[in-house]
């Protein structure tokens, strides 16, 4: 009998692309549980809970039994749920989180994240070198796509712009320092840029990203289409602005050139992670320590000097944990069934 899998989604689609990325690799049917938080999920110490009091009531009744074999999920919002399932189902459960563990991490079967925290040393903690990315092949543009896409001169050179995060923003002047800086070095190559934004990129730093193209016979923004994924594969260069750990991570896959684009520390950002030197030291999230990483491995560089380098997409790695994670759960049962035959 095949395993019953869970996927946890929730209103995230950068945590929502890991968690069925990781499930569809591993090969077997899996069940897709969306789940909706309400306010209560920012309760102090919530992340931490065994409980499903963060769920709204519709989301409460669609975790219930049977429970899974394996639940795979993502962020510090869904642990307590996750927790809540392994419990209830007598410990059998499997548990695979995607990011930090707001629990100890034994509370986890299997633990995948990037460096972007001060995680703990433990055995069921693999360390990936960038996020899962669901997306093993190019799709087919449509001829629309092909259309704008060949309408522009290459080397084409994608900028994508994220939004503000927790310890850093993105100003409506880093928008245009970054797009003209870009703009001329794509004129320089006799090629395009392309500016394209995220779900959560707020409406001013559009509008003045399109005020910068406005004038620009080879820069374009591109609204609705051509598809992300699209422009990713059709880009020469990739610039992803450096709150996204997401899309920076799409764009080194590629192994193609890709530029991080750094956003501004904010006030707080400045009091809680401090000056450079002092990367590594707080135990809060950092995305200085990613970047960092990816420079001094030369699989990624800077705006002026975009840097290329081979990796492997992780997923394929940690799909093979997780079967080997459940192959082990199931020798384990047919051990225990082969002592209670030979005991009776």
Do not use: C
């Not at 395009?192 to 934004?197: D, E, F, G, P, Y």
């Not at 320590?289 to 002026?304: E, K, M, N, P, V």
């Not at 992780?314 to 209670?340: G, M, Q």
Request: net charge positive; charged share 25%.
């Amino acid at each position: 009998m095949s395993p019953l899998i869970w996927a946890l989604i929730s209103d995230h689609p950068g945590d929502n692309a890991q968690v069925l990325a990781l499930a569809e690799e591993i090969g077997l049917e899996f069940k897709t549980k969306a789940i909706r938080y309400t306010v209560r999920k920012r309760l102090p110490g919530n992340n931490r809970r065994v409980s499903l009091l963060s769920l709204d009531q519709e989301s409460r009744k669609k975790i219930e039994p049977p429970w899974p074999d394996l639940l795979i999920m993502v962020g510090p919002r869904s642990q307590p749920i996750g927790r809540y399932v392994k419990k209830e189902s007598g410990g059998r459960t499997r548990l695979v989180l995607i990011g930090r563990p707001r629990a100890p991490a034994s509370a986890f079967d299997l633990i995948f994240d990037t460096r972007q925290y001060r995680l703990p040393d433990a055995p069921n903690l693999q360390l990936l070198p960038v996020v899962m990315s669901r997306y093993r092949k190019p799709l087919s543009p449509t001829k629309e796509e092909i259309g704008w896409l060949d309408s522009l001169p290459r080397p084409h050179l994608l900028l994508m712009i994220g939004g503000p995060i927790r310890y850093w923003n993105i100003s409506q002047r880093r928008v245009a320092e970054v797009v003209r800086r870009l703009l001329a070095r794509a004129t320089k190559l006799g090629g395009s840029l392309i500016v394209t934004a995220s779900p959560r990129t707020p409406g001013p730093l559009i509008r003045r990203a399109r005020h910068e193209l406005a004038a620009a016979a080879n820069g374009r923004l591109a609204e609705g289409m051509p598809r992300f994924q699209i422009l990713i594969d059709d880009a020469d260069e990739l610039f992803p602005t450096g709150d996204s750990v997401s899309m920076i991570s799409e764009s080194v896959i590629t192994g193609k050139p890709v530029g991080i684009v750094s956003p501004e520390q904010t006030y707080w950002g400045r009091i809680m992670l401090g000056p450079e030197r002092s990367i590594g030291r707080t135990r809060f999230r950092d995305l200085r320590r990613f970047w960092s990483y990816l420079r001094d491995q030369r699989l990624a560089g800077t705006i002026d000097q975009p840097v290329g380098g081979r990796i492997d997409n992780p997923v394929v790695t940690a799909a093979e944990l997780v079967r080997e994670l459940l192959d082990f759960r199931d020798r384990l049962n047919a051990s225990s069934l082969l002592e209670r035959r030979t005991h009776h």
